[in-house]
């Protein structure tokens, strides 16, 4: 899961803007400022993030109006939840366009203002998979157990269980608040802090339960993708069509969720990369950002939105900025 935390530890001064490593501890995404960019480097890094920021969110944007524009979308389970992944994505990525920008032009903010936003990335960072564990259910139901998938799959279930995504996120991060609340002073509520996670939830009880939290959350998820996917590949004996694209839909949610987990991997990727190319740090540290926050956020609206022939068809004409007034009906399969 990636997480967008982010900590300033050198002075800063009027006349240079910070360049920042990027690294994982124990699953959450630190931002560290060593070497100096400068102006028009720093420049050109910002208008590249903000940039790929607006072009994924306005396809993410253009799905979010198809899908309130065709009510056809809005009576299917397996919609509604690809939708909410989509919302989910586009509020993570804003505010991982955010942090990046703060970090280049700010060096401390408000405490109350940074717990809004580290709150909101974490609980959206958690959505995810647990968004894609539910897509891997949905399909399940659809190819294995289709007689009851209308029971089952309902528009009010499938609400109650993006409301129960968002409960479970609150609740992963409600006991660090409480520790906060306990363990810090109230003058530190009032003062200016280095936004990142483990620098503002700094007890020992608060990573310890990062920790145990995202085993627990990683170890269920996979679970479920893997009962999904032997399921339905056991179900049919031939290769029907409604069996391959359940398949492969599965198949893409373990896709996103390895990306998801990039983060994970980055010190190691950047070590190896170091290797190679020893005097481009500043480069690989923006490289490794790039493909660990932004590329995960690209996978979505491509993978399960434009993939999709019905969606692909009516999403087609908001991109290119024409009306569609077409409106069809469709199965309860899992179609991608």
Same mark, same amino acid.
């Given at each position: 899961?990636?997480?967008?935390? @982010?900590?300033?530890?050198?002075?800063?001064?009027?006349?240079?803007?910070?360049?920042?490593?990027?690294? +994982?501890?124990?699953?959450?995404?630190?931002?560290?400022?060593?070497?100096?960019?400068?102006?028009?480097?720093?420049?050109?890094?910002?208008?590249?993030?903000?940039?790929?920021?607006?072009?994924?969110? @306005?396809?993410?944007? *253009?799905?979010?109006?198809?899908?309130?524009?065709?009510? =056809?979308?809005?009576?299917?389970?397996?919609?509604?939840?690809?939708?909410?992944?989509?919302?989910?994505?586009?509020? !993570?990525?804003?505010?991982?366009?955010?942090?990046?920008?703060?970090?280049?032009?700010?060096?401390?903010?408000?405490?109350?203002?940074?717990?809004?936003?580290?709150?909101?990335?974490?609980?959206?960072?958690?959505?995810?998979?647990?968004?894609?564990?539910?897509?891997?259910?949905?399909?399940?139901?659809?190819?294995?157990?289709?007689?009851?998938?209308? !029971?089952?799959?309902?528009?009010?279930? *499938? @609400?109650?269980?993006?409301?129960?995504?968002?409960?479970?996120?609150?609740?992963?991060? &409600?006991?660090?608040?409480?520790?906060?609340?306990?363990?810090?002073?109230?003058?530190?509520?009032?003062?200016?802090?280095?936004?990142?996670?483990?620098?503002?939830?700094?007890?020992?009880?608060?990573?310890?339960?990062?920790?145990? +939290?995202?085993?627990?959350?990683?170890?269920?998820?996979?679970?479920?993708?893997?009962?999904?996917?032997?399921?339905?590949?056991?179900?049919?004996?031939?290769?029907?069509?409604?069996?391959?694209?359940?398949?492969?839909?599965?198949?893409?949610?373990?896709?996103?969720?390895? &990306?998801?987990?990039?983060?994970?991997?980055?010190?190691?990727?950047?070590?190896?990369?170091?290797? &190679?190319?020893?005097?481009?740090?500043?480069?690989?540290?923006?490289?490794?950002?790039?493909?660990?926050?932004?590329?995960?956020?690209?996978?979505?609206? =491509?993978? @399960?939105?434009?993939?999709?022939?019905?969606?692909?068809?009516?999403?087609?004409?908001?991109?290119?900025?024409? =009306?569609?007034?077409?409106?069809?009906?469709?199965?309860?399969?899992?179609?991608?």
């Amino acid at each position: 899961m990636t997480y967008t935390h @982010y900590l300033f530890v050198s002075d800063r001064t009027d006349s240079a803007i910070p360049d920042m490593n990027f690294s +994982s501890v124990n699953g959450s995404f630190i931002v560290t400022v060593s070497n100096r960019d400068t102006f028009t480097t720093a420049v050109t890094k910002n208008v590249i993030v903000a940039a790929l920021c607006i072009s994924i969110n @306005y396809i993410n944007g *253009t799905l979010v109006h198809t899908f309130r524009k065709h009510q =056809v979308f809005s009576l299917s389970s397996r919609y509604i939840l690809f939708i909410h992944l989509v919302i989910n994505d586009m509020m !993570q990525l804003t505010l991982s366009t955010l942090l990046h920008i703060i970090s280049y032009t700010l060096r401390t903010i408000n405490v109350p203002f940074c717990l809004i936003l580290l709150i909101v990335a974490i609980i959206t960072t958690l959505n995810t998979p647990l968004n894609l564990a539910g897509m891997a259910v949905e399909c399940y139901i659809a190819i294995c157990i289709p007689l009851r998938h209308g !029971q089952i799959c309902t528009v009010r279930n *499938t @609400y109650v269980l993006i409301g129960l995504i968002w409960a479970a996120g609150a609740v992963s991060i &409600l006991p660090d608040l409480f520790i906060l609340l306990v363990t810090e002073p109230l003058q530190f509520f009032h003062s200016e802090s280095l936004c990142s996670r483990d620098k503002v939830f700094r007890s020992t009880y608060s990573m310890k339960k990062r920790d145990a +939290s995202h085993i627990v959350c990683l170890v269920l998820v996979w679970l479920t993708l893997f009962y999904a996917y032997f399921r339905i590949l056991f179900a049919a004996k031939g290769a029907t069509v409604n069996f391959e694209k359940a398949r492969n839909t599965i198949l893409l949610h373990g896709f996103q969720l390895l &990306l998801c987990m990039l983060v994970y991997v980055g010190p190691m990727f950047k070590q190896g990369l170091l290797y &190679l190319l020893p005097q481009q740090e500043q480069a690989i540290d923006f490289a490794i950002y790039v493909f660990i926050q932004i590329l995960p956020r690209f996978v979505s609206p =491509v993978v @399960y939105g434009l993939r999709d022939q019905m969606f692909r068809r009516h999403v087609r004409r908001y991109l290119l900025c024409k =009306v569609s007034t077409s409106n069809q009906r469709m199965r309860p399969q899992c179609q991608t």
